[in-house]
């Protein structure tokens, strides 16, 4: 079972799943280092996705989309198109239907497609062409003429700096602007002081299944086949703007390939499928492209951070300013708290924070793993880093200095913190204390070497969420929820969840996901699906023990189950169970309404190598110690952690989507002209490990989330090791030769 | 993209007449598949080469190698010819593109292929569906480069037309090691050298005005040919095979690549090396530079400059700026010069040198 993957947990209370360490794990149930129980069907093709299917009659729809970023529709020609051979129609604005407003979110943008003539943005779908193949529809929407009077488009560098609204923003997240405590006097009062401005660039999710969706109308029920990561909101939003009972439409996402946050809302894609589909009275699939990602389904909004930090001679905080800008587009204010992160990490007596965007004709930015901390972190921790060469102090020293354990903003305590034991054990794991603090006094050779290290903050976010849990005479179990699984692996926690309650092997379970006619259950979206769902099926099956026991009217042992409902003849019993939230909300991030503040922690060390003559630099290790609660699967766990580092090493080395500012285009809307880490990028065994917690607060099953935590401070531990290699302080990213050349 | 008909050329003078006659041949596909999915060219007929038995093997005969044009990336690279006599050719193939591409790329396509410039590469169905100016895509249109985001940009040769760059690898390795290019056409065979084979946008500017160049644009005259002409192949010639001559410097050869990912990318410089060094002295060394320019940019200056002295630090400073004295990068673009030179500095000690 475990043959690649060797488990240690260490007295010390450290879980390690890496190569070549003895194992020590349970070998069921919760913890156990189980593999995916769907890796199989995936790697040789079993698994299917939702592009892949076809029903007869299916017509393709490519859509036509705008090549200028601001302008109006003068005339759409669609008369060659709809002459080209296997074209069935053509659809303009002019074919729009009625449409209701949409929430947002979960719909992503308030403007709904194909609805103005108004151009906010380049890539805005202008047409839909349907054709009897995909390549039919494409040569036919190549032969739409479209007549745009073009305007000049507003970027993020020549837009204005607003205050964005908050009654009625679905994007508000927190407040815009916290402050506490007296800053100025924070500031005239320290021994050490810097200011300085770090920028993150806008990027792409690149996930690896482009967006697709398959629309059908059934006797007034819409059925769609959809590669989301929210089926419930992808139902709410369309009910919406349909003006339908939401159980009339049936969302089918077999499996996710991936999505990065892209696949979270609702984007043109989804809603004009349906709508061509109900016109032409057939089942309608839209793949979108590998281009139209690029402006189809979102992308994280580059950030501006202002960041001023000062201290007391021993290197305790007594003011912080962080003040963010993110670009957004002309329909919505998508919100990129990029100072979120620094609301929670350290202990400060004063601070002043504010969240501005700037307006611009582009479309609307979207989570990203890991949105608000992954780009409001590189600046924090960068920050904290100058700070440390200014005071003369280790930057490890000066984080456990600041060390807090009640949330600075709300003053709550956390739900559980480890941060401390993370950065001793990655410090510990890494040689952080033969590090020389002085930069430029490591060589190897042609290259500088150099030891940096981030602490990572990430919000918990829980949605409340229901699950079925059933049992047939045959002692199988089925797991039902309406979820989605993107990659994660969450299939295989459902069933260790299952196993463990009742202390059978997880083997014995299947869970059934990718459907709205299944309980309705949380978003694959902000790290929230094994806390919200997990807690969601510990209960349904404690519920269907319960039931169980009831009806032999005695307390009872699974073993002993078949036998029972043979004797009753009974062929599946079942129950439910619901993970609720404090005041009954549907959602709610870093604790809500209950008494805690919860967030997850960890601590990033990484050796990188610079050669100054060539001006390239490199990641030579990289290790992590996180606190994100109960690890129920350290294999699966550690997937998604080296995922974000990989990420993360994306976001500080290579991955940007420049806009050229005169044409409000994206420079390039293909992966061969955008950078994403590969396997040569990366060193071998980068080293995982999780403090061992079990956090009663956040959820029924002691876990918080941790998907998105891998990604943030991985940027500011990189740019970091790279000051303490050459001295050179990168503020900009992602690095650049002509950062580091000599 | 629209329909088209495929067809195998049975013979090379086939393929040459239907190329003439505006067929696209394709041997990997790599390239041309990409231009007519970007909307670059479109064609109704589509011809494949990859079964002319001219075209194949790598061999060697006495001191001279021959490279079928049919040879892929990967073959090259594993080639034990190669390797030995040419490393700097087998380096520069590994270092290209991915596995699964050098399996089909080959190399008579490779030196072929067209800039990474994203302005020329902008996804467009048709002229009018472009999203902003270039001169490749659009003759007269203008260049979105020079003032824009484009890091490939030439240091050399550049025009106000066109900025952009060749980005083969091989053939920078190719240049260095001073290979000939064997060519079939309608009018028969001849062959160049590679030097010459690849121009730069002034260099086409100049040719235009000639006979020569207003064959290669097929008869056409359009307002901007520094951008449209890229080398010297006439409609319809097909690329044989490449022929160099082994000797020390060969062997002792190298290329380095420099780049913001460590594989699968273009390079943001690159540099080939041939040394032959004794005694702390150089006898011969050859070098080229990649994706600097529209054509792998040979540093003969240098070359002659540093022939018979030390490899020492100060003279391979100075030879270097000498030889980077005219480049014209764009602005914001002044690192771009140091890449350059550092790809040579640490390509020279790659290939064995010994810099004192
Ligand atoms: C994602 C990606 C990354 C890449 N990275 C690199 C890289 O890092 N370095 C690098 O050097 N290259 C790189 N390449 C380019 C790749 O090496 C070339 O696409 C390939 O070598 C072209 O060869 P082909 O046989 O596929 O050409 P094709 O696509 O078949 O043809 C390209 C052109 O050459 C013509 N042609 C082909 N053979 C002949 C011939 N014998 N005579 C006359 N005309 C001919 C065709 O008509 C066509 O116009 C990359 C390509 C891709 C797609
Ligand atoms: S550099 Fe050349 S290819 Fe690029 S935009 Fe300018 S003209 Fe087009």
Redesign the pocket.
Same mark, same amino acid.
């Given at each position: 079972m475990t043959d690649m993957h060797k488990i240690e947990t260490a007295l010390t209370g450290i879980i390690v799943a890496d190569d070549g360490a003895p194992l020590a794990l349970p070998e069921n149930g919760i913890g156990s280092p189980q593999r995916r129980m769907d890796g199989p069907d995936k790697v040789t093709g079993q698994a299917t996705y939702a592009g892949e299917d076809m029903p007869n009659g299916t017509l393709h729809a490519v859509l036509v989309t705008s090549p200028v970023a601001k302008g109006r529709i003068a005339a759409v020609d669609t008369g060659q198109a709809r002459a080209a051979p296997g074209v069935v129609r053509v659809l303009t604005p002019a074919d729009m239907p009625t449409l209701g407003s949409p929430s947002v979110p979960p719909t992503a943008q308030s403007k709904l497609p194909m609805s103005s003539l108004d151009i906010d943005y380049e890539g805005q779908p202008i047409a839909i062409v349907l054709a009897e193949t995909l390549e039919q529809a494409e040569a036919g929407a190549g032969l739409v003429r479209i007549g745009i009077e073009r305007a000049k488009p507003a970027v993020f560098d020549t837009a204005e700096v607003e205050v964005p609204p908050t009654e009625g923003n679905g994007y508000v997240l927190g407040e815009l602007d916290p402050a506490h405590g007296d800053v100025d006097a924070g500031f005239a009062n320290a021994a050490h002081r810097i200011e300085a401005t770090y920028t993150t660039p806008t990027r792409h999710h690149n996930m690896m299944e482009p967006s697709a969706t398959l629309a059908e109308w059934r006797g007034g029920d819409l059925h769609l086949n959809d590669a989301t990561q929210w089926s419930w909101g992808l139902q709410l939003s369309l009910a919406g703007i349909f003006d339908m009972e939401p159980s009339r439409i049936h969302i089918r996402c077999p499996y996710t390939g991936g999505g990065f946050g892209a696949k979270g809302y609702v984007w043109p894609h989804q809603i004009l499928a349906p709508i061509a589909a109900r016109i032409v009275g057939r089942p309608v699939k839209l793949n979108l492209t590998r281009t139209g990602c690029y402006t189809g389904c979102g992308y994280q909004s580059g950030t501006q951070s202002r960041l001023r930090l000062a201290s007391d001679a021993q290197g305790h905080l007594t003011a912080v300013e962080h003040h963010t800008e993110n670009v957004t587009s002309v329909s919505d204010d998508y919100i990129e708290f990029a100072n979120m992160g620094t609301r929670g990490m350290y202990a400060m007596p004063a601070y002043r924070m504010t969240t501005r965007v700037r307006r611009a004709n582009v479309g609307t930015p979207t989570a990203m793993r890991a949105p608000h901390e992954g780009p409001g972190m590189f600046a924090l921790e960068s920050a904290m880093d100058e700070l440390a060469y200014e005071i003369g102090m280790d930057p490890l020293e000066l984080r456990l200095a600041n060390y807090t354990d009640s949330d600075p903003h709300s003053g709550k305590p956390f739900s559980s913190n480890k941060l401390r034991e993370a950065y001793a054990e990655g410090a510990r794991r890494i040689g952080w204390s033969d590090r020389v603090h002085e930069p430029r006094s490591r060589r190897d050779g042609d290259k500088l070497l150099g030891l940096g290290m981030a602490g990572a903050i990430m919000t918990t976010f829980r949605n409340a969420s229901q699950a079925r849990v059933a049992m047939t005479p045959d002692g199988r179990f089925t797991v039902e929820v309406g979820s989605q699984e993107i990659g994660t692996g969450t299939r295989t926690i459902f069933a260790q969840v299952v196993a463990e309650r009742l202390g059978i092997p997880s083997e014995r379970v299947t869970v059934v996901l990718g459907s709205t006619d299944l309980p309705p259950a949380s978003a694959t979206l902000g790290s929230a699906s094994t806390i919200s769902i997990g807690s969601a099926v510990a209960t349904a099956t404690d519920n269907l023990k319960t039931r169980l026991d009831d009806m032999a009217g005695r307390e009872t042992r699974p073993d002993e189950w078949p036998d029972l409902l043979a004797r009753l003849g009974v062929d599946r019993v079942q129950a439910e169970g619901a993970f609720t939230l404090p005041g009954d909300v549907s959602f709610d991030a870093h604790g809500g309404q209950t008494d805690y503040s919860m967030h997850t922690w960890g601590a990033v060390f990484v050796e990188m190598e610079v050669d100054e003559i060539t001006g390239i630099a490199r990641m030579r290790r990289a290790v992590a110690a996180y606190s994100a609660g109960r690890i129920l699967n350290p294999v699966t766990a550690r997937s998604q952690m080296i995922g974000g580092i990989i990420f993360g090493y994306g976001r500080a080395m290579l991955e940007a989507s420049p806009m050229d500012p005169r044409y409000g285009r994206y420079l390039s809307k293909n992966l061969?002209g955008v950078q994403l880490p590969v396997n040569a990028d990366i060193p071998r065994n980068i080293d995982v490990c999780f403090i061992e917690e079990h956090d009663p607060h956040a959820s029924a099953i002691g876990v918080r989330g941790i998907g998105e935590l891998g990604e943030v401070g991985v940027a500011a531990a990189i740019t970091n090791a790279i000051y303490n290699a050459t001295g050179k302080r990168v503020r900009d990213l992602p690095v650049h030769f002509e950062h580091l050349i000599a | 993209m629209k329909n088209f008909a495929y067809a195998i050329a049975p013979d090379i003078s086939s393929a040459s007449e239907a190329?003439v006659q505006g067929a696209? /041949? +394709? %041997? !990997? !596909?790599?390239? $041309?598949?990409?231009?007519m999915r970007l909307g670059i +060219?479109s064609a109704d007929r589509v011809i494949d $080469?990859t079964r002319l038995p001219e075209?194949s093997s790598i061999d060697r005969q006495g001191d001279e190698i021959r490279i079928g044009? =049919?040879a892929? =990336?990967n073959q090259i690279e594993g080639s034990d010819i190669v390797r030995q006599d040419a490393p700097v050719l087998s380096q %520069?193939c590994l270092?290209?593109? &991915?596995a699964q =591409?050098?399996n089909?790329?080959? $190399? !008579?396509?490779?030196v072929?292929?067209k800039t990474r410039c994203p302005y020329f590469r902008a996804e467009a169905a048709t002229g009018d569906r472009m999203p902003w100016p270039c001169n490749k895509r659009v003759p007269g249109s203008g260049c979105s480069a020079r003032e824009g985001d484009f890091s490939r940009a030439a240091l050399f040769g550049a025009t106000e037309a066109c900025v952009a760059t060749q980005? &083969?690898?091989?053939?920078v390795a190719l240049v260095a090691l001073d290979a000939e290019v064997d060519l079939v056409g309608p009018s028969g065979s001849r062959s160049i050298p590679i030097t010459r084979f690849h121009v730069t946008q002034s260099e086409a500017a100049d040719l235009a005005r000639t006979r020569e160049g207003r064959r290669l644009l097929g008869g056409d005259a359009p307002e901007t040919p520094d951008a449209l002409i890229e080398n010297r /192949?006439m409609p319809g010639? $097909?690329?044989?095979a490449y022929r160099f001559s082994v000797d020390t410097a060969s062997r002792n050869s190298a290329y380095v690549?420099l780049r913001e990912r460590e594989s699968?990318?273009?390079?943001m410089a690159s540099a080939a090396v041939c040394l032959d060094q004794s005694a702390g002295q150089v006898r011969q060394a050859r070098v080229a530079l990649g994706s600097i320019a529209q054509k792998p940019w040979r540093l003969s200056g240098a070359e002659a400059a540093l022939s018979g002295q030390t490899l020492d630090e100060a003279r391979l400073t100075s030879v270097l700026a000498t030889a980077f004295s005219d480049a014209e990068p764009l602005p914001h673009q002044d690192y771009k010069v140091k890449v350059a030179q550092g790809a040579v500095r640490r390509a020279l000690t790659k290939a064995g040198g010994s810099i004192q």
């Open positions: 061969s | 190329a696209q /041949l +394709v %041997a !990997g !596909g790599t390239e $041309i598949l990409n231009w +060219v $080469i075209l044009a =049919l892929t =990336l %520069a270092l290209a593109a &991915s =591409l050098r089909r790329a080959t $190399i !008579g396509g490779n072929l292929q980005p &083969s690898d091989p053939a /192949l010639e $097909i690329i044989v690549k699968y990318e273009y390079a």
